[in-house]
């Protein structure tokens, strides 16, 4: 199974736009959407004929009021500070609370105990062209990089059950966590990158993680035109750095009227320059492998 992941090292550079156009390209493509906080390529996908499982993203410290004698040992030894004392009555903050356990463990009355946090979901959706699998991951809930891998152990057993041997991740922005969990063992990287100080800045921070990962990275320079010169500076250090460059996409506000319409650019204006780089890149790093 080769998984290849789109990534960026900043938000906001066209990466999930980019993805949506390659999942329209080919029949029975499996996508996974790898951005559990802010999952958004459901919305140009528009999958239906949902699945819907519940992810454990750790536990939560409630307590029995019943038992309970308020004498806030519990927030003296938080060092989260998810618990205080209101009104004489000892609470715990369920989006600060991160779920360590010790607050249960020193309680003198064994008033407090963990339940599962079980606010956040996974799905599995067919859309026009094949297969999405994505997650939400509720707010202020942990294990982002978890959730990750389970969106991507699910989308492997879709692609094995379709007899399909590439799934192509959409990842998320950054380098933490859920990109590392994107990244650990996929094949190939598309960097999508813009030209901007903090878009070349971030590209070079997402390559090198890339690179430390062992797997090869190709960058695709989005809207170039607004910036020729820098543009033209990253390409010079993808040069030094031997990253091919696989593209260079115009500004086209087409892709903006694609979004509205939730189609991606390839069905919105198959014929236009955009979509005719974007068809160029899928061959060259995705189809023709």
């Given at each position: 199974m080769k998984e290849i992941v789109i990534l960026s090292g900043k938000g906001g550079t066209g990466k999930t736009s980019i993805s949506a156009a390659f999942a329209t390209l080919q029949a029975n493509t499996v996508m996974a959407d790898c951005d559990v906080d802010a999952a958004n390529l459901y919305l140009i996908l528009q999958p239906n004929n949902y699945r819907e499982e519940t992810y454990i993203s750790g536990n939560i410290a409630v307590i029995d009021y019943n038992i309970c004698i308020a004498c806030a040992k519990c927030v003296t030894y938080c060092r989260f500070d998810a618990i205080s004392v209101i009104n004489d009555k000892v609470e715990i903050s369920s989006t600060a609370c991160e779920g360590c356990q010790l607050c249960a463990r020193i309680c003198p009355v064994s008033a407090i105990s963990m339940l599962p946090s079980d606010n956040s979901r996974w799905y599995i959706g067919t859309y026009r062209n094949g297969t999405v699998v994505h997650a939400r991951l509720a707010p202020g809930e942990e294990n982002s990089g978890k959730l990750v891998s389970v969106v991507r152990d699910q989308a492997r057993k879709v692609a094995e059950e379709k007899n399909q041997t590439t799934v192509l991740l959409d990842g998320p922005p950054g380098t933490g966590c859920p990109?590392?969990?994107?990244?650990?063992?996929?094949?190939?990287?598309?960097?999508?990158?813009?030209?901007?100080k903090s878009g070349f800045h971030d590209l070079k921070r997402i390559a090198a993680l890339v690179q430390n990962f062992k797997v090869k990275?190709?960058?695709?320079?989005?809207?170039?035109?607004?910036?020729?010169?820098?543009?033209?500076e990253i390409e010079n250090w993808c040069n030094v750095q031997e990253i091919p460059l696989v593209g260079k996409l115009p500004f086209d506000t087409k892709v903006v009227e694609a979004m509205i319409q939730c189609k991606s650019i390839i069905e919105y204006a198959p014929t236009c320059e955009v979509s005719n780089i974007l068809k160029q890149v899928y061959d060259k790093v995705i189809k023709n492998d």
């Amino acid at each position: 199974m080769k998984e290849i992941v789109i990534l960026s090292g900043k938000g906001g550079t066209g990466k999930t736009s980019i993805s949506a156009a390659f999942a329209t390209l080919q029949a029975n493509t499996v996508m996974a959407d790898c951005d559990v906080d802010a999952a958004n390529l459901y919305l140009i996908l528009q999958p239906n004929n949902y699945r819907e499982e519940t992810y454990i993203s750790g536990n939560i410290a409630v307590i029995d009021y019943n038992i309970c004698i308020a004498c806030a040992k519990c927030v003296t030894y938080c060092r989260f500070d998810a618990i205080s004392v209101i009104n004489d009555k000892v609470e715990i903050s369920s989006t600060a609370c991160e779920g360590c356990q010790l607050c249960a463990r020193i309680c003198p009355v064994s008033a407090i105990s963990m339940l599962p946090s079980d606010n956040s979901r996974w799905y599995i959706g067919t859309y026009r062209n094949g297969t999405v699998v994505h997650a939400r991951l509720a707010p202020g809930e942990e294990n982002s990089g978890k959730l990750v891998s389970v969106v991507r152990d699910q989308a492997r057993k879709v692609a094995e059950e379709k007899n399909q041997t590439t799934v192509l991740l959409d990842g998320p922005p950054g380098t933490g966590c859920p990109v590392i969990s994107s990244l650990t063992g996929a094949y190939k990287s598309i960097l999508v990158t813009e030209p901007t100080k903090s878009g070349f800045h971030d590209l070079k921070r997402i390559a090198a993680l890339v690179q430390n990962f062992k797997v090869k990275p190709f960058v695709l320079i989005n809207k170039y035109d607004l910036n020729t010169a820098l543009s033209h500076e990253i390409e010079n250090w993808c040069n030094v750095q031997e990253i091919p460059l696989v593209g260079k996409l115009p500004f086209d506000t087409k892709v903006v009227e694609a979004m509205i319409q939730c189609k991606s650019i390839i069905e919105y204006a198959p014929t236009c320059e955009v979509s005719n780089i974007l068809k160029q890149v899928y061959d060259k790093v995705i189809k023709n492998d």
